[in-house]
């Protein structure tokens, strides 16, 4: 990678382990986890696995066509926008179940230097496969997200399972407007992101989604790199 010849650099996992039994959505529409077993070595000398897992298991990406009916899928997305250059914005301090708004980001944010590509660390990921994960993160008004976007952003990650209230869920009066917001505009979320603590303020992402046709999200073995 000539971007990183003659560079020391470091490389971080950002992505939850998958497996049987890993902490999934709690909807009828989001399935286990589950590997079945296929090839065996004591059999056919080699061994092979099916595995069944959701576009939306685990660290993903949220495609636009995930919430927008006309949105482009995972596969018609532009494979740049998922590798290159990424600024973290630090919200390691927000108390659970924070509203985060324009003007916090404003206060905090407005002499940072965006790149394409924008990571919040809310330092949440502490709380996943508890029953907290998904009912006390962090949130972002809908000024807030417009707020993001006016900054240019072509794709946003963070280490919560969303950036809406969690009240405002499926079956609600206001269903899930902040993703709305950013798919809207054809911008791609990456969603359960681990480990933001190790990456720096400015790093390379690696991102990249599988090949899925026509799907609305993937799951992902999302990567930071520190360049020294």
Known sequence: MSLLSGSKFEVVDLSHEI???????????????SFEPLGRIERVGRRTTQIHIGTHSGTHIDAPSHFIESGKTINELSLDVFIGRATKLNLRDVPKRAEITADYLQQ????????RRVIIDFNWSRNYGSSLFYTDHP???????????????????????????PEHGHASDCDSPIHKVFLELGI?????????N???????????P?????????????????VG
């Open 139 to 165: 949130f972002f008004t809908v000024e807030a997200a417009q707020w993001l976007v006016g900054k240019g952003i072509e794709l946003l990650g963070y280490d919560t399972p969303m950036l809406d209230n």
């Open 210 to 226: 599988l090949n899925l046709r026509e799907l609305d999200g993937s799951p992902i073995r999302c990567v930071g790199i520190n």
């Open 108 to 115: 905090n944010f407005a002499n940072t230097s965006f790149e």
């Open 19 to 33: 497996f049987p039994g890993m902490q999934v959505f709690g909807a009828e529409w989001h399935r286990d986890v």
């Open 198 to 208: 190790l990456v720096d303020e400015e790093f390379m992402l690696i991102a990249a």
């Open 188 to 196: 791609p979320l990456v969603e359960y992101m681990n480990n933001l």
